[in-house]
């Protein structure tokens, strides 16, 4: 890692980290309003003093006015690994590196627990392309603060390279508290970083994997349109059923809505005015009882499918075969979940007790969302819910 690059890592920890630093410290106790605001009030051995006012001093970029401040601190706490952490910063924003890497050994020596020794560790690994050794380090600042305000472009670095996504793939695995930041990234992530962390994910055995945990980065990734990069990796952490339509007996609905974690588990539009309600049978399916209050009909269901253009066949068992039932339900496979996509269920001719919907598929997109609208008064029970082609 280039010298600038670490630099900006280094300050960047330091602005994290800064008003924490100067709380516990007390710095308005130690600077005092008058003449020099940079003496300590009792030299040498003040060490609380001149370590708030070194980190201080790196955090205002003045690297040059922080070294002594830092040798201060040292006299009075030799062994302690920040302290001289705050040297190995000052030295290598000084651009002194030798004289960094001799401070960064001796902090190394006396613990882990300095970010800014974990930080150097880790450029120097990358360096010498060692990723495992970069992923460790990195695993230990994230365990220490998951917010680290360099997280990302860390990310972005080590997921450069197969032996880099290789290495921090092995510790996602552990599960550690951090991993909620790499699937659920803080900023807008390019399609190409996006693909890179899904790589990471990949590479990790099937047996880590947590659907709740991954789904972040899966509608991360159908949002920046990276459709069979997302299919891919909700298929491989999600288990999802066979077929079309996933989870068409409705076993892993939540009408609390905090179980439907990616676009591909069905989808409970929030209303007050529709009442859903679970029936169950003997072998673990469930019928979703539906009815809609109020004025106006209302979305009551839906889930994000991927299909190619071709003739499709949507149908769901439902005992209300009636002609103002059928009406009452609209059902669309749209590129939006509007109801002006949505067409009037009728029955199933070939299977009795079933709806269904036929419908023409084309390249407008190939994210389609199924989507059930009810109107109001009318109160149906939908199960088994497939999707077929059925024509090109």
């Not at 695995?173 to 190409?192: G, I, Q, S």
């Not at 539009?269 to 003997?282: K, Q, R, Y």
């Not at 072998?283 to 209302?298: C, K």
Request: hydrophobic share 45%; with cysteine.
């Amino acid at each position: 890692m280039s010298g600038q690059r670490w630099a900006s890592i280094c300050l960047a920890v330091l602005l994290l980290g800064y008003a924490t630093v100067a709380a516990i410290n007390g710095l308005g106790r130690w600077i005092s309003d008058e003449g020099d605001p940079h003496a300590p009030p009792v030299f040498p051995y003040d060490t609380m003093a001149a370590r708030a006012l070194a980190t201080r001093s790196l955090v205002n970029n003045a690297p040059a006015q922080a070294l002594p401040f830092a040798r201060m601190a040292l006299l009075g706490d030799p062994v302690d690994a920040q302290v001289v952490g705050l040297i190995g910063r000052s030295e290598i924003l000084l651009g002194h590196g030798d004289k960094a890497d001799a401070a960064f050994r001796v902090s190394a020596g006396l613990g882990w627990r300095d970010t800014a020794t974990q930080l150097y560790w880790y450029s120097r690994a990358f360096d010498l392309g060692d990723a495992d050794m970069a992923a460790q380090r990195l695993d230990a600042v994230l365990r220490q603060d998951p917010d680290f305000l360099a997280r990302d472009s860390s990310f972005a670095d080590l997921t450069a390279s197969p032996e880099g996504r290789a290495a921090l793939a092995a510790r996602l695995a552990e599960h550690p508290a951090w991993a909620v930041k790499f699937y659920a990234p803080r900023d807008a992530l390019t399609p190409e970083l996006l693909t890179d962390r899904a790589e990471v994910v990949r590479r990790m055995p099937k047996a880590a994997l947590q659907c709740a945990d991954v789904a972040p980065l899966v509608n991360r990734m159908l949002q920046a349109n990276l459709l069979d990069e997302g299919q891919d990796l909700w298929s491989r952490a999600c288990d999802p059923e066979p077929g079309l339509v996933h989870d068409g007996h409705f076993r892993g609905l939540d009408l609390d809505g905090k179980g439907n974690v990616t676009f591909f588990n069905w989808q409970l539009p929030a209303s007050g005015t529709v009442e859903l309600l679970f029936d169950e049978a003997g072998n673990g399916s469930r019928t979703l009882d539906m009815r809609v209050n109020g004025g106006i009909s209302r979305s009551v269901l839906r889930q994000l499918t991927i299909l190619s253009p071709g003739r499709y066949k949507l149908s769901w068992a439902m005992p209300e075969q009636g002609p103002a039932a059928l009406a009452a339900l609209r059902v669309g496979i749209g590129c939006t979940a509007d109801r002006g996509e949505a067409v009037a269920a009728q029955a199933d001719p070939a299977a009795p007790g079933r709806a269904m919907i036929e419908t023409a598929i084309d390249d407008t997109c190939r994210a389609r969302l199924i989507s059930f609208w009810l109107a109001p008064g009318t109160r149906v029970h939908i199960s088994d819910v497939r999707l077929e082609r059925v024509g090109a």
